[in-house]
């Protein structure tokens, strides 16, 4: 990052590894502080702590206390309880004026369940993602890898980075609380929004989706992940191509030609379309699909991705061990300002007196004071106020990264228009409720709030050219077009800075916007497919399964976000080359490094067990035997042999909530698994902080949103207005921005260029 580097004190438990090691990818200088009876496998440790020196063992308040001073960013994590960082913010507040107080518990440093422990397992659920994996009518399932925990610190580090960028104007530091609970609940594409705005709940479908014809089918010699949904293209051209096979069965018919047959009869096709991919290999059909253009994969196992051409071609694996020896997936983003770390050095042992390098010079205690009494009021209303964003994304993943910026100050001007149709305003069936319209339709008023709406015909000259005037007074571009449409516009980063030298351009492509699968067409799934995430669903007695919610777009934004604060941090220009693909598989954990060493990984103890009620689950997390056994006696429930047994026993008769209560009580973490209704309605402990807002909406009313993850004591930003109407401010923008008087406003709406 800048020169000297970024400070960072890792102070982390698992829920915060990831935001550490986020840092490192970043190029910050990262001195863990680790306990010294770590229990992490040798995978785990070169994983989540390659880059960083390590001091091992119990260090004294003085000691933490001389980390504090020196350091730029202090990430802590854990139930907030034994937060020791927490407590020195109320003995020594002085001792934080400058430095950025990151910390994430598992539900939050406020709320009736503030202290309330939580692994993976325990957050997932209480967040509601592992109710939507798993197959129906069994348990639900928290998603392979700690997807929850590495939400969690992502969401820290982009905390982190957002309060750095607002210390360069206040030169004051501030607390950045996540709640790995929000992190996990703000993810989830559907599940609280079906219930907001539909009243329905999505529930577990073996993962098919719901909303589109894409799942996991059988080849020959292991799976792929694929459909027809889209373009109709991706209908017609998968059937000519079964056509030519002589394998298209009689879905060659007329009557399959139309959408709502093949939707309402979806088993059929799928039947069809299965035979046809059981016939044969998965890497060579997935090799055809890309040749034709069609969002098909191979569902990568860890030793495939790691031979993965598009990975390996942009020099996205990172080689750690001694001497270089393992390769282990990178870090999400990519820009020329900061090329990724190849080649990461294993964790190294040093003294207290060795963490930093060079001692910087602190304060004095009574200037330390004064500049804590000066910066008490200080503050402003996001750590992005006068950024401003040019959006020229659709669907999810961009969105998510506007919804991002907007929610911390930025001014979003959304480019949008009636002839390029975003499915999440026009799509029936992601409006969720019967009667929206593409103004009101859920998904859309859900991550695209705090936004403005500039309406451009992009497929006309003159639409084109009000683009480039507006790119040229912006401070950033998201875009999500296919590699070369940019080009097209006469917008691609060269071109870009030369109307516009500081510019962050931040380009989201499925694959990158460099090697040789830049051309593939994706989706969620055939993402998911080729990063390793989707083999890892696959149990000894179940095929692996897709993750039906757009974890992988969230993923994406989330790691589009960090390589623009980083530019943004640094001052500089930069294009960010997102690839959503590298995105998933940093997201792999230490999968790639499993395979490679040979130890026995720990397998995790923790389970989701039937509670009483139909279709209702509590979430227990890892413990030993022996602690499970004195919790179960403490509350009344007799053990014979298996503690396990006899809280399954248990767990059948009685309420989860109060089950989970008694649990925590006893040191155990649980927590009943929410469904999207849960989430909204009758989780008090989301209740108590406010998750769920409300904004007025000028045709759908008052309207709950999912709400802020990062919380920063000094700038916090917040939600300010509803999702605009399509074109809303596209007068207000073009005056505002680029001068345009009425007449020329008149004749650009008589010729449509603005609709």
């Given amino acids: 990052m800048s020169d000297p580097a970024i400070r960072v004190l890792d102070l982390t438990d698992r829920l915060g590894y990831q935001a550490a090691r986020v840092f490192v990818g970043l190029g910050a200088d990262v001195v863990r502080v680790s306990p010294q009876d770590d229990l992490d496998s040798a995978a785990d440790r070169l994983h989540w702590h390659a880059g960083k020196r390590v001091l091992r063992g119990t260090v004294s308040d003085a000691a933490l206390i001389e980390l504090i001073a020196q350091a730029d960013v202090v990430l802590e994590s854990g139930p907030s309880p034994r937060l020791r960082t927490l407590a020195l913010r109320e003995t ?27 692994d993976d397992t325990v957050i997932t659920a209480a967040g509601g993602m592992a109710w939507l994996c798993g197959d129906a009518g069994q348990a639900p399932e928290p998603p392979p890898r700690e997807q929850g925990t590495q939400l969690a610190g992502t969401h820290g580090a982009i905390g982190a980075l957002l309060a750095l960028i607002a210390r360069r104007r206040t030169n004051a530091g501030q607390l950045v609380e996540i709640s790995a609970q929000e992190a996990v609940a703000a993810t989830l594409e559907i599940g609280a929004i079906s219930w907001i705005h539909g009243r329905t709940i999505p529930g577990r479908t073996s993962g098919i989706y719901g909303h589109v014809a894409h799942r996991v089918f059988r080849a020959s010699d292991g799976f792929l992940a694929g459909g027809y949904s889209g373009s109709p293209r991706m209908w017609t051209d998968l059937l000519a191509w079964m056509v030519e096979e002589g394998e298209a069965e009689d879905l060659a018919d007329e009557r399959w030609q139309d959408n709502e047959i093949r939707w309402r009869e979806r088993a059929h096709v799928d039947a069809v379309v299965s035979r046809f991919t059981g016939r044969r290999s998965a890497r060579p059909f997935a090799e055809e699909a890309r040749r034709r253009a069609l969002p098909w994969a191979e569902v990568a196992n860890g030793p495939a991705l790691l031979t993965n051409p598009q990975l390996i071609d ?8 001694s001497k270089g020896s393992y390769r282990d997936v990178g870090f999400g983003w990519e820009s020329p300002a900061l090329p990724r770390p190849v080649r990461l050095d294993e964790p190294r042992d040093v003294a207290a007196n060795e963490a930093w390098t060079v ?33 020229l994304t659709w669907v999810l993943a961009g969105p998510y990264v506007t919804k991002t910026f907007a929610e911390h100050g930025a001014d979003i001007l959304k480019v949008e228009s009636y002839h390029r149709k975003d499915p999440t305003r026009f799509s029936p069936g992601m409006r969720l409720r019967p009667e929206a319209g593409f103004d009101d339709g859920g998904y859309f008023l859900n991550f695209n709030r705090n936004k403005r709406s500039v309406a451009l015909n992009l497929k006309t000259a003159a ?113 960010v080359d997102l690839s959503q693909l590298e995105a998933m598989a940093s997201h792999l954990g230490s ?29 227990v997390g890892s413990c030993t ?130 609709s």
Avoid at 602 to 609: M, Q
Wanted: aromatic letters at 4%; glycine letters at 10%; charged letters at 20%.
């Fill in 314 to 321: 942009r020099q996205f694996f990172v080689h750690s061990g």
């Fill in 359 to 391: 001692v910087r010079p602190g304060p004095s205690v009574d200037a330390a004071e004064e500049h804590h009494a000066e910066n008490a009021q200080a503050g402003t209303t996001g750590a992005l106020d006068g950024v401003r964003v040019l959006d």
């Fill in 625 to 754: 035997s022996d602690a499970l056994r004195e919790a179960l006696t403490a509350i009344g429930t007799a053990v014979e042999h298996d503690p396990w047994e006899a809280l399954t026993q248990a767990a059948a008769t009685m309420d989860a909530e109060v089950l989970a209560e008694s649990l925590q009580d006893q040191g155990i973490a649980a927590y009943p698994v929410r469904d999207g209704r849960d989430l909204v309605e009758t989780d008090v402990q989301l209740r108590a902080r406010n998750f769920y807002p409300t904004l007025e909406h000028p045709l759908a009313g008052p309207v709950a949103h999912e709400g802020l993850v990062a919380h920063l004591s000094a700038t916090p930003g917040g939600l300010r207005t509803a999702a605009p109407l399509l074109g809303q401010h596209t007068d207000d923008i073009l005056v505002e921005q680029l001068g345009l008087t009425a007449d020329e406003l008149a004749d650009l709406h008589n010729e449509g260029v603005l």
């Fill in 591 to 619: 999968a790639a490094l499993e395979g490679q060493m040979a130890e026995d990984v720990p397998t995790a103890t923790a389970r989701i067990l039937s509670s009483l009620g139909a279709d209702r689950w509590i979430a």
């Fill in 463 to 575: 639409g084109q050219d009000l683009l480039r005037r507006l790119a040229a007074d912006v401070d950033i571009v998201v875009e999500n077009f296919s590699p070369g449409v940019l080009a097209r516009w006469g917008l691609d980063y060269e071109q870009l800075r030369k109307i516009n030298p500081g510019v962050v351009l931040v380009s989201m492509a499925g694959t990158g916007q460099t090697g040789p699968w830049r051309d593939a067409v994706t989706f969620a799934d055939t993402l998911a497919a080729m990063s390793g995430l989707t083999a890892e669903t696959a149990r000894p007695d179940r095929d692996p399964q897709g993750l039906t919610f757009g974890l992988g777009d969230m993923v994406a934004a989330n790691a589009a976000v960090i390589g623009a604060l980083e530019l943004l941090y640094r001052g500089e220009g930069g294009h």
């Fill in 92 to 118: 020594r507040p002085s001792l934080w004026d400058s430095v950025v107080h990151t910390v994430i518990t598992p539900f939050g440093i406020s709320g009736p369940r503030r202290e309330w422990l939580g």
